[in-house]
């Protein structure tokens, strides 16, 4: 009877173990495409895989974004956009809005004019408890430019108490030219194939890195081991000429922003006028700013780089993300 009650006592603390090693972890996301979606289960696959319990919580919004956007939609929601004060009512369900102690949150989000979504954004003002004194992780989808809105997702973080652990970041790899034309495509026709283009959006490249990515997390036992392996794996990669125009380009979006919010207390006719000009030296910014921008990081290269990433340190902090040397 006491061998019987040694092997019982046995199984008892062998399964106590096994839960006390069991890792957690909730995943917040909003996606008004589906590709943060997919990028996002290509992450998490190894983890439920390796036994990781995985609870998603779908972020959505009360008035639902249009998919494919309408132009006059697209551009009209600009302004409210690049205004960090701007949120917008949730219809998740508000006990979903939660997480637990000593649970890995993995907070995915959208890029919206170099910002954080609308939708996400009012998850980190008015839901801040889900990230106060948690071990966060930022997981961003988007064409390629996420520097900006990664720095007002940290500066958010930051101020509620969230240990940030690391970032995910997937983009499209292809050229500049062609996902500025396959994005827009998607974006606003609702086309995501396409012939003479291909196929808009995060491609299986880089699905494929953040598997591999995900089993490497899946392996971790601590919050430690998880900033190491996003480190060394340059999870977020930093390409310094994006990073650029990104950080250049997000300081004068918000500019641009208020300006429309001032004209359109004047009346429709004067929103009208200023959003039609932001249009207009958007198109320019585009043609002329980014080759600059190139050409001043092929004069200096070295020094470019340097400074964009002492720019990025600040606005993004070391323990924020994972800092390559992509070019």
Known sequence: MTGASETEASRRSDRRDGA?????????????????IESVDALVAPLVAANW????????????????????????????????????????????LRSEPGELVLFAYQVWYL?????????????????????????????????SAAGEVHRR?????????????AIDTRPQAITLVTTLRWLLLGRREGALFGRAGVGTDELSRLAAL????????????????????DAAPVVPLLAAADLLAGSV????????????????????????????????????GFPALALARLLGRERFDRVVGTRLDRVLG??????GASS
């Open 53 to 96: 319990q995985v609870r998603r919580v779908r972020v959505e919004p009360a008035s639902p974004f249009p998919f494919p956007w309408p132009v006059t939609r697209f551009f009209g929601a600009f302004p409210a956009c690049v205004d960090e004060e701007c949120t917008v009512a949730l219809s998740t369900p508000a006990e979903q």
């Open 20 to 36: 006390e090693s069991t890792r957690t972890a909730v995943v917040f996301e909003y996606s008004q495409t589906g590709q943060l």
């Open 253 to 288: 979006f918000r500019r641009w922003g208020a300006g429309i919010r001032r004209a359109s207390e004047y009346g429709i006719a004067a929103r009208v006028a200023a959003l039609t000009a932001f249009v207009g030296s958007l198109g320019v910014a585009i043609a002329v």
């Open 157 to 169: 973080l930051t101020a509620v108490g969230a240990r940030t652990v690391g970032a995910v970041a």
């Open 318 to 323: 070391r323990s924020a993300m994972s800092v």
């Open 214 to 233: 995900g089993a490497e997390i899946s392996a971790t036992k601590s919050s430690d081991d998880l900033a190491t392996v996003l480190r060394d794996a």
């Open 115 to 147: 910002a954080p979504s609308l939708p996400a954004r009012t998850l980190l003002t008015r839901h801040r408890e889900i990230f106060a004194e948690r071990d966060v992780v930022t997981v961003v989808a988007c064409r390629n430019m996420w520097y």
